[in-house]
């Protein structure tokens, strides 16, 4: 998808699409937001919409005749040029020239098939199928259409076609289910469209894990000690699934292996849901021969109740419980032994320490046969299981010419949110591999 910008001189050119959805009355909000913020902005409507919200309140919003019918009085319809001369044309292809980025929000199930499928039979969709700028598609729906394996194909074609999404949030519906479904708010989905502005280099830049496959771990396990109790621990997930995203953004195939978390499952990602460490172990051992890349950011129980209770462990006036654990299998020193010599799969582990960070880490790294570990400390400021940042030490096998004694190679990062930090990651991983298959071939 070409980037057009706004060179700065004259306000940026918002296209909004509104489709036919309760949701339709929240696009009123974005489109006045949008105009007082600066943006110079059109409405097209599909015909559905225009029975949630009167066109009448978008030509009021933007200061501009909203777009509905594809041929308004006639064949051809006057429009205004870039340079405010009045013309004639098929205006439909104007609007798609004029627009710095097309937004479409609330996007119906059914408009986001007809854009999958290259479907133009109306003004809205004809129009997008014309716009070469960036398109940024917020969904609104019902949870089962949404959820509904065609639903989830046509998102998924859609990025890789190049449209950008705004993920609907999870919360009760208009038609009383509860689920994901609800349109992003107005609020939201105005940083995504700033985001595709800022985005310069994402625009022009090659995928770096196009058609790589990537594995990650992600969240905590839970190993169960009787029918109602469990060992587990402070992991929320939100590194592996920012992970997990970054890498689908970044062109891979995604597939997550989650522990339980109450994170929604990330769009366009395989997600496979375990609960104990052997469960992880069974999804990882699978799925690891067919990786390019693995990151294992989840925290595993090292260890469980060799037999969970059938029955509830009762107190029957104990003071002390004394529980025998044995010790859970380690996936990632497993996938350290088996990856492939040739250099052409990455593995890269994580390690949360309280003390000894460096040292503990680069042990790891050497024990578990990684090419990168990623370390953080739970003391650190902005470090840890629930943050939406972290603050961390990546760790590369020493680089034997340049430094003969010592651990690993080192790099400190400062404070980053997990979803930029994830980016990086990814970065060092699709380097790290770039290098190793040149070094083989
Ligand atoms: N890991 C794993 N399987 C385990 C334990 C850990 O795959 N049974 C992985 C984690 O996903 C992480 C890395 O190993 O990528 C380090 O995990 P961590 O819990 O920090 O270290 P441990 O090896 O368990 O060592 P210790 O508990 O002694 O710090």
Redesign the pocket.
């Known amino acids: 998808m070409s980037a057009k910008h706004s060179s700065g001189t004259r306000p940026r050119h918002i296209l909004l699409g509104v489709t036919g959805s309760i949701a339709a009355f929240k696009a009123c909000q974005l489109a006045s937001n949008l105009t007082k913020h600066g943006n110079e902005v059109r409405v097209m409507m599909t015909d559905a919409a225009t029975r949630f919200v009167g066109p009448v309140t978008f030509d009021s919003l933007t200061h501009t005749a909203t777009r509905t019918a594809m041929f308004p009085a006639s064949e051809y319809a006057t429009y205004t040029d870039g340079f405010g001369e009045a013309r004639v044309g098929v205006s439909h292809i104007e609007d798609a020239k004029w627009a710095d980025a097309v937004v479409i929000a609330p996007a119906t199930a059914n408009v986001i098939a007809k854009f999958a499928a290259g479907i133009a039979d109306d003004y809205l969709t004809s129009t997008v199928l014309a716009a070469t700028c960036p398109k940024l598609v917020c969904p609104a729906m019902n949870v089962h259409m949404y959820e509904n394996p065609v639903t989830q194909r046509n998102i998924a074609e859609c990025r890789e076609l190049g449209f950008r999404f705004v993920d609907p949030t999870s919360g009760l519906l208009a038609c009383q289910d509860v689920g994901k479904g609800r349109l992003a708010e107005p609020e939201d989905i105005e940083r995504a469209i700033d985001a595709l502005f800022d985005d310069d280099a994402d625009d022009a830049a090659p995928m770096p894990l196009r058609d790589l496959e990537v594995l990650v ?1 992600a969240g905590p396990t839970q190993e169960p000690l009787d029918p109602v109790r469990y060992l587990t621990n402070h992991s929320t997930g939100k590194m592996g699934y920012a992970l997990a995203e970054a890498a689908r953004d970044m062109g891979a195939h995604v597939t997550l292996v989650s522990g339980p978390v109450s994170l929604d499952a990330p769009e366009g990602v395989d997600v496979v849901d375990v609960t104990t ?1 052997r469960d992880m172990f069974a999804a990882v051992s699978e799925r690891f021969p067919g990786a390019d890349i693995t990151v ?7 260890f469980r109740a060799e037999t969970a209770s059938p029955q509830k462990i009762k107190k029957h006036g104990r003071t002390t419980l004394t529980l025998e654990l044995v010790s ?6 497993w996938a350290g032994e088996h990856k492939r010599t040739d250099g052409s799969q990455v593995l890269c ?5 309280t003390e000894h960070l460096v040292e ?1 880490a680069a042990r ?1 790294l050497a024990e ?1 046969h990684c090419d990168m570990l990623v370390a953080n400390n739970l003391r650190d400021p902005g470090a840890g299981f629930a943050t939406d940042t972290n603050v961390v030490t990546i760790l590369t096998p020493p680089d034997d010419v340049d430094h003969d004694h010592s651990i690993a190679d080192i790099e400190r990062i400062g404070r980053m949110p997990k979803t930029g930090l994830a980016r990086l990651i990814l970065d060092r991983l699709a380097a790290l591999r770039g290098a190793n298959t040149l070094q083989a071939a």
Do not use: Q, R, S
């Not at 294992?296 to 090292?302: L, N, Y």
């Not at 859970?328 to 020193?333: G, M």
């Not at 582990?349 to 320490?353: H, R």
């Open positions: 771990t460490a294992m950011a989840a925290a595993v129980g090292d859970n299998p380690d996936i990632l020193a582990g994580f390690a949360m320490e503990n790891k578990k």
